[in-house]
């Protein structure tokens, strides 16, 4: 290792290129294509023509060779914030670790899709399954689905196996205090895909909330009334699919009727092109939604 003799790397470790070449597990010949087509520039050269690197490099450049093996064009990569690489990672990570549940749907093996679900749930505890198994597996269900790789029936099979395996986890956890605050999640009319509103009662739940999920295809008006019955603090609402145009009606609808007192929060990818509404709050994934929970519980 070197450390860099001046300018804005005075002090700071370097890695020479053998190095930077087994972190990032590239060849020579790649990095210097690289660096010829994409402008990638040492961070230092010696006299002698050496070249040195930062970490930070190093673990992009292991980033990129990640993330172009799994099959992203680099030219569509290299431009790409260290964090959005990090994500393409993680989103592969998820799907390698899924594939068995995967090949299990796509054979129409009920049981088998259960047990692996089952086996996850006990030992990997309530968050983790959430976070590394089901949001993630519904995620590429979604996906393969969307891209005609999946067939209808084997979707309905793991949402509908997914949906009672979350419902049983929910009934099972620990019951909220008297004092907890209320929470409602469902779906509006027109969206028949629950799961993402289960997941959040139960993450509330988690975090000392008193959950309860109405299911989908609700009615905004019967949402409000509910809420107002069963004096909640909180509301949320997710979708999946549905016209932007009959979404943001709903949500008027609902945030028209719900007292200003009642906070109204939205999640999933149907409602993430929407423009914002006054007092609507969009949440782009369950991590904000645990620390909203959290926070204001």
Not at 164 to 193: C, K, Q, V, W
Request: include cysteine; proline fraction near 5%; hydrophobic fraction near 40%.
């Amino acid at each position: 290792m070197h450390s860099g003799q001046g300018g804005e790397n005075c002090g700071q470790a370097l890695l020479s290129l053998a190095e930077v070449l087994s972190i990032s597990g590239i060849t020579k010949l790649v990095l210097h294509a690289w660096e010829r087509r994409y402008g990638i520039e040492p961070t230092q050269r010696s006299g002698t023509g050496r070249r040195f690197y930062t970490a930070e490099q190093a673990e992009r450049l292991r980033l990129l060779k990640v993330c172009s093996d799994a099959g992203h064009r680099i030219g569509n990569l290299i431009t790409l914030p260290l964090d959005e690489l990090q994500r393409i990672e993680t989103t592969q990570i998820e799907r390698e670790r899924n594939a068995p549940l995967i090949a299990a749907i796509r054979a129409m093996d009920g049981e088998a899709f259960r047990n692996l679900l089952l086996a996850r749930a006990e030992s990997e505890g309530p968050d983790v399954f959430l976070d590394t198994t089901a949001l993630p597996l519904l995620r590429d269900i979604g996906n393969l689905w969307s891209e005609d790789e999946l067939s209808i029936a084997a979707e309905h099979l793991a949402t509908a196996t997914l949906k009672r395996l979350l419902g049983t986890m929910f009934d099972t956890s620990p019951r909220p205090g008297a004092d907890a605050p209320r929470l409602i999640t469902a779906t509006l009319s027109g969206e028949e895909h629950e799961i993402g509103a289960l997941a959040a009662a139960w993450i509330a739940r988690l975090h000392g909330w008193d959950s309860l999920c109405l299911g989908p295809n609700l009615p905004p008006e019967e949402v409000a009334a509910a809420a107002e019955t069963r004096q909640a603090r909180m509301v949320c609402i997710s979708a999946v699919h549905g016209k932007p145009a009959r979404l943001e009606a709903g949500l008027r609808q609902l945030r028209g009727a719900l007292p200003r007192a009642i906070r109204l929060v939205t999640g999933g990818p149907a409602y993430a092109a929407m423009p914002a509404l006054d007092r609507v709050s969009y949440l782009p994934h369950f991590d904000a939604f645990r620390q909203m929970v959290e926070a204001e519980r």
